[in-house]
C-alpha cells in the first residue's frame, strides 16, 4: 500500500484534539486511529506493540540479525488533527495529473488558488490530494503516520538490513501536550525523528522559544459622570499595555528567525479585562527580552494605577531543541544525504512554531523534523501529492539504511 492510500484511510477518522479539555487525551475520539493503528502495526509484523491509557502507540522493529549494535533510529508522528477547523467528515478530493491550475473544492465556495498558493504550478503532473473545502484534510500529521506505516512495511516486507526501528504516534500534539508523557525510556531509541508539516525536502532543528502570556486587568468603575482622576478603566489600561509592545512585531510583519508577540485573545469592560499572548522567539536572549518587555510593561502600568492593578502570567511553554541537536548533527548530515538520494536537495529552515521533537530532545531523546510533503496545514486548503508522499517514504528508509551502516 503507497503512504498516500493510507493517508486516505486515517483522515476519515475523527481525531480532533481539545484544548479546552483537561483529560489525557483530549478527546477519547483519538483512542480509534490509536487502536487501530495498533492493530495494523501487528498485521505489519512490528513487535511490542502497545497503546497506553494516554493513547501513546509505541512499537519496535527489532534489528537485522548482526545489526544490534546499530545506532537505535525512532520515527514518530501524532494522530491529532488542529482544533482550528473542523477535522470531522474528512471527504478528500484526489486530482490526477493535476494541471498546476486553481482547484474548486467541492461545492463549498472555496478555492484553492495559485495567487494564493504560487507553489501549485511546481505540482502540475502529481496526483494532488486535496479537501472538499468544508474541512481540514489531516495531512497534518497523518501524513506523517502514514509515511512511517509505510516505511514500516517495506522494512519488513522487502527484508531491508536495518539496526533497531522505534515507531512512536502521540496524541493532542496540536494543543501543544504531545510530548507530556510520552515514555523515552520505553521508547528505546537512542536518536529519533518526528515526521511532521513541511514539504518533503525539509530538515528541521530549530525552533521557536516559546511562552504563552495572561494580562489581567483590575479597573476601579465609578459613574462617568462623576469619575475625574478616580475611574481606571481596566479596557483602557489593556489597550495601554498593548501599545506598549512594539507594533512591528507580530505574526504579520515577521518571517524567518524573526520573534513576535501575538495577541491571541482580548476581552472586558471597565471592571475587568483580559489578553493573552504567545510569544516567540528562536534567539534565546531575545526571547529573555521580550519576557522582560512585557514585565516592565506591568511594573510601569502599576506605578501609574496602583498595584494589583495589571497582574502578569507566563508560563514557558517550549525552548528551541537547536542546543540539543548541534551535538548530534549526524541526525542532520544523514537526513540530508537521504534526501539527495532521492533527487532532491535538502533545505534546512527554522520552525517558525514547535513540535514534539523541540520537547523530547529536552527529554533526553534528540529529536529533528522531517517534512511530510504537506501544504497549508490547519485548514480547507490544506493539500499534499502522493509523489511528495513516496519520496518521504524513500528518506525514511534512506535513513535508516544509513544508520545501518548500508
Known amino acids: 500500500m503507497r503512504a498516500y492510500e493510507r493517508l486516505l484511510d486515517y483522515a476519515k477518522v475523527y481525531t480532533t484534539s481539545e484544548d479546552t479539555s483537561e483529560a489525557v487525551p483530549s478527546t477519547e475520539r483519538q483512542f480509534v486511529l490509536g487502536r487501530k493503528l495498533a492493530e495494523e502495526l501487528k498485521s505489519l509484523g512490528v513487535s511490542n506493540v502497545r497503546i497506553d491509557d494516554k493513547c501513546y502507540l509505541y512499537g519496535v522493529i527489532p534489528a537485522t540479525p548482526g545489526m544490534e549494535q546499530a545506532p537505535k533510529i525512532g520515527f514518530i508522528a501524532h494522530m491529532d488533527t488542529a482544533p482550528d477547523f473542523s477535522g470531522e467528515n474528512v471527504n478528500p478530493q484526489i486530482i490526477e495529473d493535476y494541471d498546476g491550475k486553481d482547484v474548486v473544492l467541492g461545492v463549498s465556495g472555496r478555492i484553492l488558488s495559485v495567487k494564493d498558493f504560487p507553489h501549485l504550478p511546481s505540482l502540475k503532473g502529481r496526483t494532488l490530494i486535496t479537501t472538499d473545502g468544508t474541512t481540514l484534510l489531516g495531512a497534518d500529521d497523518k501524513a506523517g503516520v502514514a509515511e512511517i506505516m509505510t516505511l514500516a512495511e517495506e522494512i519488513i516486507k522487502e527484508e531491508i538490513p536495518h539496526g533497531t526501528i522505534c515507531i512512536g504516534f502521540t496524541p493532542d500534539e496540536e494543543i501543544g501536550r504531545g510530548a507530556d508523557y510520552f515514555d523515552v525510556a520505553g521508547f528505546g531509541a537512542d536518536y529519533a525523528y518526528t515526521v511532521d508539516g513541511g514539504v518533503e525536502n525539509e530538515i528541521e532543528y530549530e525552533n521557536f522559544n516559546a511562552a504563552g502570556a495572561k494580562v489581567e486587568f483590575s479597573g476601579f468603575s465609578v459613574h462617568p459622570g462623576s469619575s475625574k482622576d478616580t475611574m481606571v478603566n481596566a479596557a483602557l489600561v489593556a489597550m495601554e499595555f498593548n501599545a506598549m509592545l512594539p507594533a512591528g512585531d507580530t505574526p504579520r510583519n515577521t518571517e524567518g528567525y524573526e520573534g513576535f508577540f501575538h495577541l491571541c485573545e482580548m476581552s472586558g469592560d471597565v471592571s475587568d479585562a483580559k489578553l493573552e499572548y504567545i510569544v516567540r522567539d528562536h534567539d534565546a536572549s531575545m526571547f529573555r527580552c521580550r519576557l522582560e518587555t512585557l514585565r516592565h510593561a506591568e511594573k510601569l502600568l502599576n506605578e501609574k494605577y496602583g498595584q ?99
Open 308 to 406: 494589583g492593578t495589571v497582574t502578569l502570567t507566563i508560563k514557558e511553554q517550549y525552548r528551541n531543541m537547536k542546543e540539543k541537536i548541534e551535538p548530534c548533527m549526524h541526525l542532520i548530515e544523514n537526513a540530508s544525504l537521504a534526501v539527495q538520494e532521492t533527487g532532491l536537495q535538502p533545505v534546512t529552515v527554522p520552525i517558525r512554531g514547535g513540535t514534539d521533537g523541540a520537547r523530547l530532545s529536552f527529554m533526553g531523546l534528540p529529536c529533528p523534523n522531517i517534512g511530510t510533503g504537506s501544504y497549508a496545514c490547519h485548514g480547507p486548503f490544506e493539500h499534499i501529492t502522493a509523489e511528495g508522499m513516496d519520496a518521504v517514504v524513500k528518506i525514511l528508509k534512506g535513513i535508516v539504511r544509513l544508520y545501518a551502516g548500508r
